[in-house]
């Protein structure tokens, strides 16, 4: 499988388990990430993509979006889409 990285980690809200992504390219909710940073390595599906609090099914370069994530993330790491 092939990877495309589609942005970066800015932020991240603990109790809610939300990190927010700063795109480099668009993304949709259904595909699979790969969240690769110093102490975090993992994958998961989109579930949902939020921006400014509302559902969206997609975002495209430069949106700044919030998604859930699986694991602990941190500013700084690195978003790619799973290409199949």
């Known amino acids: 499988m092939q990877e495309k990285e589609v942005g970066k980690i800015t932020h991240y809200y603990n109790h809610l388990s939300v990190g927010i992504i ?3 390219d668009a993304l ?3 595909e699979t ?3 690769k940073g110093h102490s975090d390595d993992f994958t998961q599906t ?5 921006i400014e609090h509302a559902d969206v099914p997609s975002a495209k370069a430069g ?3 919030g998604i ?4 602990k993330v941190h500013p700084h790491d690195k978003v790619y889409k799973v290409i199949p």
Do not use: N, Y
């Not at 989109?46 to 939020?50: H, L, T």
């Open 22 to 24: 700063e795109l480099s």
């Open 28 to 30: 949709t909710v259904g």
């Open 33 to 35: 990430i790969h969240v």
């Open 46 to 50: 989109v579930d949902s993509i939020q």
């Open 63 to 65: 949106d700044v979006i």
């Open 68 to 71: 859930k994530v699986a694991g």
